[in-house]
C-alpha cells in the first residue's frame, strides 16, 4: 500500500466540492480528520498513512480541505462559513464516505475542531468517537471570552482577521504573519517547520485566504472589543451544547491562544469525557507531537 494518500474532489449533494486526500479501502471503517486555521488536509498525511495499514486496523482515512480551503469550494458570501453550512459539509462527507454507519471517530483540529463539536452535538449518530486537538467546546470558549480577561487578550487577533484587508496583510512579506503564528516562544522557527512542510503551506495559501478568514468574520464567537460585545452577547441554547459521544480530548497547555481554564467544566456538556493535558506542548500538537496523537487515537478506537 502506497504510504502517500490520494487526492480525490468530492461533490457534495449541496453544491460545495471539498478536495480531499484519502487512504485506505472503500468499505472499511472510516476515520475523518478536520484541519483548523490556518492548515490543510495534508497535515493529517502521517496518520492517514499510519491508520490505513491493516496492522493499524485497516481503516478508509479520509482528509478534507475545508470550504474556503485550497482546492475545495471558496464561497464568497460570509454567511457562507456559519456553523450550519459548515456542519452541513462534514455530515454530506460522513454520508459519502461511510454509506448509513457512524464513523469509527473523527478527529478535529482548530476551527475543524468548532465543527467537529456541532456535528456531534447536532447528529451524534454519525460518529462513534471523537477525539479533539486544542479546539474549545462552544460553551467553554463563550464563557471564557465573555468572562476571562486572559482568554479576552488573547483572542484579540480574531478581529485583526475580520478586517476587510486580512488577507492581502496575511499574505504580504511571503505570508510573515501566518509563519510567525508557528514560532516557538522565544520567536524561532519551530524544529519541525521543514522547508518541505513550509513549501505546502505556502502553496495552500497562495490558492487564497479570503476562506479561512471568512471563518472568523461569520462567527460570533469572538472577544468583546469597543462596541462589539462579541461572545458576552450570545446566548448559547443548552441543548445545542450537549455532547453524548464518547469523547477524548488532547491538549497542549501552552497553547498562547487557548486557556487551559477552556477545560473547565468540560463534563458538565460532554459526560462520556477523557483529557490528557501537555504540559509544555504549543497549539500544533498534530506537528509537535506526532507519534502522541497517533499513540492516543490509536488506545482511543481499542477501548
Not at 59 to 64: K, V
Not at 96 to 109: F, I, M, R, S, W
Not at 171 to 195: E, I, N
Amino acid at each position: 500500500m502506497s504510504n502517500h494518500p490520494t487526492l480525490e474532489d468530492i461533490a457534495l449533494p449541496h453544491g460545495i466540492q471539498l478536495r480531499c486526500h484519502v487512504q485506505g479501502e472503500r468499505g472499511r471503517p472510516v476515520l475523518l480528520f478536520l484541519h483548523g486555521f490556518p492548515e490543510g488536509a495534508f497535515i493529517w498525511d502521517a496518520l492517514l498513512a499510519h491508520f490505513s495499514q491493516p496492522a493499524h486496523g485497516g481503516y478508509r482515512c479520509i482528509a478534507p480541505y475545508l470550504r474556503g480551503y485550497g482546492a475545495s469550494s471558496q464561497p464568497t458570501d460570509v454567511a457562507a462559513y456559519r456553523p450550519k453550512h459548515l456542519v452541513q459539509d462534514i455530515a454530506a462527507l460522513i454520508a459519502h464516505e461511510a454509506a448509513g454507519t457512524p464513523l469509527a471517530c473523527l478527529v478535529a483540529h482548530d476551527w475543524g475542531g468548532a465543527i467537529a463539536w456541532n456535528l456531534a452535538s447536532a447528529h451524534p449518530a454519525l460518529l462513534a468517537r471523537l477525539l479533539i486537538i486544542n479546539a474549545p467546546h462552544p460553551g467553554a470558549f463563550a464563557r471564557e471570552l465573555a468572562h476571562n480577561p486572559v482568554q479576552q487578550a488573547a483572542s484579540q487577533y480574531m478581529h485583526f482577521l475580520c478586517r476587510p484587508d486580512a488577507e492581502a496583510l496575511l499574505a504580504k512579506d511571503d505570508f510573515r504573519r501566518l509563519f510567525a503564528l508557528f514560532q516557538t516562544p522565544d520567536g524561532k522557527p519551530p524544529a519541525w517547520l521543514s522547508d518541505e512542510l513550509r513549501a505546502q503551506y505556502r502553496a495552500l495559501w497562495q490558492q487564497g485566504l479570503a476562506g479561512a478568514c471568512n471563518y472568523y468574520r461569520a462567527s460570533p464567537l469572538r472577544p468583546p472589543r469597543g462596541d462589539d460585545l462579541g461572545a458576552a452577547a450570545l446566548q448559547l441554547q443548552p441543548e445545542l451544547l450537549q455532547v453524548g459521544v464518547r469523547t477524548q480530548v488532547l491538549w497542549g497547555l501552552a497553547d498562547t491562544a487557548l486557556h487551559p481554564a477552556l477545560l473547565d467544566g468540560l463534563q458538565d456538556w460532554v459526560p462520556q469525557l477523557a483529557v490528557q493535558a501537555l504540559a509544555g506542548a504549543s497549539h500544533w500538537l498534530v506537528h509537535e507531537h506526532p507519534a502522541r496523537v497517533t499513540q492516543v487515537l490509536q488506545d482511543f478506537l481499542t477501548t
